[in-house]
């Protein structure tokens, strides 16, 4: 009898170093992304202490990563889809030349917008397409799509940057000005575009099939989810954020730069995963896609306060990737198990 009871007391032993590396795992999944942010925020402070800590820094931050935002947000919906859009920054550089050519050649700005929209929009449509209907993987596809564009981009543009050959107060404004209570127009128009999102895909049927198709294809489809056209929809909404990202980013600058929104891709993706490890068990949301949009981008204020070289940036924004993609992985792989 006492060696049946010393067998059971070392199985419990055993078990308890996994019990303790689930429950350390579930923490990560939940919460790392707001350590790594607030240890961040707190070295910051403490070595900038006159710069950084202060209201119009975080709006100035807040202001600067609010296009990321707008991207990041899109490509929160084909990721939750259990898909990957890797045409969201060329997307982003052509709508930026486009809308100026379009603004240039006197096209009312409302409507240079629609058209990079509708752009945007079918561009998820064809990679949908190609996704869904032709099999191919989504890496593949939206890499080479994203390549399409880039040649689209050099073609329209000649390779060199568009510029408007006149003052265009009202299209500058878009991404210069205030609207609400002083505060800058992208912090209103990221909020607007999150919170839509967020409305999109958690009190909406299409945002419910998007997390079905995600979670479980063959469930999804056994239950009447229409799966091909709820991942297109997903790299539709996907496009079309990263072309009114662009947009705006053109109206930022003054003209339409050729790579300017190339970068858009990898902050993009590296937020979504870190906000995958917030507040949800390594879930991709709005909510943490927000939060990790805010890391990156404090991230990048703080290391620019202190004059950290732009080489040492480029570590950070490669190194935070890999990162956050680990955190994100290892977390669904404990927890979930």
């Known amino acids: ?50 710069a950084f800590p202060t209201m119009s820094n975080f709006t100035n931050v807040v202001s600067q990563m609010s296009l990321t935002a707008i991207v990041a947000g899109g490509l929160t ?22 809308v100026v050519g379009l603004i240039d050649h006197h096209v009312p700005v409302a409507v240079a917008f629609a058209i990079v929209l509708a752009l945007g929009l079918f561009v998820g449509f064809i990679n949908g397409m190609i996704v869904t209907k032709l099999g191919v993987n989504a890496l593949i596809a939206t890499l080479g799509t994203g390549t399409i564009l880039v040649g ?16 265009m107060q009202g299209f500058t404004e878009l991404s210069l000005g205030r609207a609400i209570l002083g505060v800058p127009n992208p912090i209103v128009i990221m909020a607007a575009v999150l919170i839509a999102l967020w409305v999109l895909l958690n009190q909406t049927p299409l945002g419910q099939h998007i997390q079905a198709v995600g979670a ?43 790579t300017a929104g190339d970068g858009y891709m990898l902050d ?36 620019a306060i202190l004059g950290v070289p732009s080489a040492v940036q480029f570590f950070f924004r490669g190194g935070l990737l890999v990162v956050a993609v680990a955190l994100s992985s290892a977390a669904r792989k404990f927890v979930h198990r």
């Open 77 to 98: 919906m084909p990721l939750v889809a259990g898909e990957f859009d890797l045409s969201i920054g060329y997307m982003a550089s052509l709508s930026g030349v486009l």
């Open 152 to 167: 689209c981009n050099y073609w329209y543009a000649g390779g060199i940057p568009i510029a408007l050959s006149q003052s």
């Open 216 to 258: 479980n294809p063959e469930a999804a489809m056994l239950a009447g989810v229409r799966v091909d056209a709820t991942k297109t929809a997903a790299f539709m909404i996907s496009g079309v954020c990263a072309a009114l990202a662009g947009a705006l980013l053109a109206s930022r600058i003054g003209s339409g730069q050729i």
């Open 268 to 303: 993009a993706f590296a937020a979504v995963f870190l906000g995958s490890a917030a507040l949800r068990d390594g879930v991709f949301h709005i909510v943490g896609t927000f939060i990790g949009v805010l890391t990156v981008g404090l991230g990048f204020n703080g290391l």
């Open 1 to 50: 009898m006492a060696s049946v009871g010393t067998d059971k007391t070392e199985r419990a032993s055993s078990r308890l170093p996994v019990h303790n590396a689930a429950r350390a795992w579930r923490f990560v999944g939940r919460y790392g992304t707001l350590v790594v942010l607030g240890i961040m925020a707190v070295g910051f402070s403490l070595a900038s202490p006159n």
